[in-house]
C-alpha cells in the first residue's frame, strides 16, 4: 500500500511540472491575418469624442479628440478620407496622450476624420481601431441675395453667406470680408464679422447707371470669392429726346411749333435746366447752329440743355436763335417739353436722320446727384 502512495505523489508531481514548463514558454505573436500589427481595440482603447470644426477663418478644421483611455500609449494618429468610411490616409503624428488637438488646412470638399491611438515604444507599431468619425466641409466660396434695381449714392442691404462647395452654409466662418464693385465705389469696402456663415451689410454704390452691376466679396483662410448676381444701378440720366414736326408741318424741316421733347428717368432739379417754364421763355437762349452738322444749343440762364447734334446739316442755313420757345414740365418733372417758337433760316433734309443729345453738365436731379453723361438717350423721333 505504501508502494502505492508513492507512485500517485510522484505521478502528481510530473503533472504540475509539466503545467509549470508550458506556462513559462507563452509568448505574443501577431495574427499573421493582421500584418498592420493593430492590437484590439480593448486592448489599445481608440480615442472618443472626435469632432471636426471649421474655424473662423472658414479654411483651417480642427479636429479634437479624448484621448485614448490606454495609459500606456505613445500618442495619436490622425487619419482624413474624402468619402465617408474611408480609405483614410493619414495626415499627422501626435507624440504623448497630452495634445488632443489637430489643425487640418485641408481645402475645399467634404472631409471625414478618424483619430487611432498608436503604440511605437520597443520596437512595436501597433494601433488601436479607428474612432468614430467626425466630418466638415471648409468655405469655398460666398454668395448673395438677388438684389433689386438700386440707385447710386443710396444705401442698400445685402446678405452674403459662407458656403461650402455643396453649397451648405459654413457656420464656423465668423470673419469679414473685402468688398469691391464692378463700376464706381463701394462703402464700406470691409464688411463687419460674420454671424454662424452669414453677414447682413448695409452698402452704398456710387457710379453711373449699369444694368450688369455686380458686388464681389473676398475673405477666409486661404482666401475665397463670390460675386453677386447682376443688377442695375440706377443714376439720374437723360433717357430719350424727340423732335416732332408740328401738325401739318414739313418733313424734314424745323418751324415754328415744332417741338422739342426731352426726358429723364427720374425727376430733375428743373432750376439747373434754367428758368423756361409756363409764361417764363427761353429769351435767346435756345441756339439753331449752322454748322456741320447742325446742333441746336441751350446753355444759359433761361434754358440750359446742353447741346443737341442733328447729325446732318442743311436743317438751318443761316446761325440764328429760336427766340421766346415755350417750356413745359410734366410727369413729375422728368419730361420736359420745348416748343419752338421764332425759327428763321431754315431748310429742309430729305429722308431719315438722327439726333444726338449731350445734356448740359450742370443738370441735376430733384434730390441733387448730377447728370450721368456718360449714357446717350434714345432718339424717338427726328422732324418726322
Known amino acids: 500500500m505504501t508502494r502505492l502512495y508513492a507512485l500517485v505523489v510522484v505521478a502528481l508531481v510530473s503533472a504540475v511540472m509539466l503545467m509549470l514548463t508550458l506556462t513559462s514558454s507563452a509568448t505574443f505573436t501577431a495574427p499573421t491575418t493582421n500584418p498592420s500589427n493593430q492590437l484590439a481595440t480593448a486592448t489599445l482603447a481608440a480615442p472618443a469624442g472626435v469632432s471636426a470644426t471649421v474655424q473662423p477663418n472658414g479654411g483651417t478644421v480642427r479636429v479634437a479628440w ?31 496622450r497630452a495634445t488632443v488637438t489637430y489643425d487640418d488646412v485641408p481645402g475645399v470638399g467634404t472631409f471625414y476624420y478618424v483619430v487611432r491611438g498608436y503604440y511605437n515604444a520597443n520596437g512595436a507599431n501597433w494601433e488601436s481601431g479607428n474612432s468614430a468619425q467626425a466630418s466638415a466641409k471648409p468655405l469655398d466660396h460666398f454668395t448673395f441675395n438677388a438684389i433689386a434695381t438700386q440707385h447710386s449714392g443710396t444705401a442698400f442691404n445685402v446678405t452674403i453667406t459662407a458656403q461650402a462647395q455643396d453649397n451648405s452654409t459654413v457656420t464656423g466662418f465668423t470673419g469679414t470680408v473685402t468688398l469691391a464693385t464692378s463700376s464706381g465705389t463701394i ?11 452669414a453677414r447682413a451689410e448695409s452698402v452704398t454704390i456710387t457710379g453711373p447707371y449699369k444694368t450688369n452691376q455686380t458686388i464681389n466679396a473676398t475673405g477666409g483662410g486661404p482666401s475665397r470669392t463670390g460675386t453677386s448676381p447682376v443688377f442695375v444701378l440706377d443714376h439720374f440720366r437723360a433717357t430719350a429726346i424727340a423732335i416732332n414736326n408740328k401738325a401739318g408741318g414739313v418733313a424734314g424741316k424745323p418751324e415754328s411749333g415744332d417741338t422739342l421733347t426731352l426726358s429723364f428717368n427720374e425727376s430733375a432739379n428743373i432750376a439747373m435746366l434754367g428758368a423756361c417754364n409756363g409764361a417764363t421763355t427761353s429769351g435767346t437762349d435756345l441756339a439753331t447752329n449752322d454748322v456741320n452738322p447742325d446742333t441746336m444749343t441751350a446753355l444759359n440762364t433761361n434754358l440750359a440743355f446742353g447741346t443737341i447734334d442733328l447729325g446732318n446739316s442743311g436743317y438751318f442755313t443761316a446761325s440764328k436763335t429760336a427766340k421766346n420757345s415755350t417750356c413745359a414740365w410734366n410727369a413729375s418733372n422728368t419730361v420736359l417739353t420745348i416748343t419752338l417758337q421764332g425759327v428763321s433760316s431754315a431748310g429742309t433734309v430729305a429722308g431719315a436722320s438722327t439726333a444726338t443729345w449731350t445734356p448740359h453738365p450742370y443738370m ?21
Open 66 to 96: 479624448t484621448a485614448t483611455s490606454s495609459i500606456w500609449a505613445s500618442g495619436h494618429n490622425v487619419y482624413r478620407a474624402t468619402n465617408a468610411g474611408g480609405p483614410y490616409s493619414q495626415i499627422q503624428q501626435i507624440a504623448g
Open 187 to 197: 462703402a464700406p469696402t470691409t464688411s463687419g464679422a460674420f454671424v454662424a456663415g
Open 364 to 384: 441735376t436731379s430733384a434730390s441733387g446727384e448730377a447728370i450721368d453723361l456718360t449714357q446717350n438717350p434714345t432718339v424717338t423721333a427726328i422732324l418726322f
